[in-house]
């Protein structure tokens, strides 16, 4: 059973830097493209940014890129996503997950951007 578990969001002000974490078992880890999502209120979820499972950053949303990076430890079945320059619309809940996704999702962290 794949089991999802985020952690690292919180309330920041803009400009300020968050590094959310996500820890990815019960499914083969090394061998899978993973990625970070988010949803605000009122929105679809979308794919803000993917690394395939040799460590290269395959995807980066329009709105991240030069700000997020997306990394991952298969040691530790572990993917990171370093978060700069935060602005308001970056506020959401974040979910990590194959990239494709699998059908279940984690509980996600929210990230809270203002003043």
């Known amino acids: 059973q794949v089991q999802l578990v985020e952690s690292g969001g919180g309330l920041v002000q803009p400009g300020g830097s968050l590094r959310l974490s996500c820890t990815a078992t019960g499914m083969p880890f090394s061998i899978n493209t993973m990625g970070w999502y988010r949803q605000a209120p009122g929105k679809e979820r979308e794919l803000v940014a993917a690394?395939?499972?040799?460590?290269?950053?395959?995807y980066a949303h329009s709105s991240v890129r030069g700000r997020f990076t997306i990394s991952r430890d298969n040691t530790k079945k572990s993917v990171a996503l370093q978060m700069n320059s935060l602005k308001p619309e970056d506020t959401a809940v974040y979910y990590c997950?194959?990239?494709?996704?699998?059908?279940?999702w984690g509980q996600g962290t929210q990230v809270t951007v203002s003043s």
């Open positions: 690394i395939n499972a040799r460590g290269a950053t395959i």
């Open positions: 997950n194959l990239s494709p996704p699998y059908s279940a």
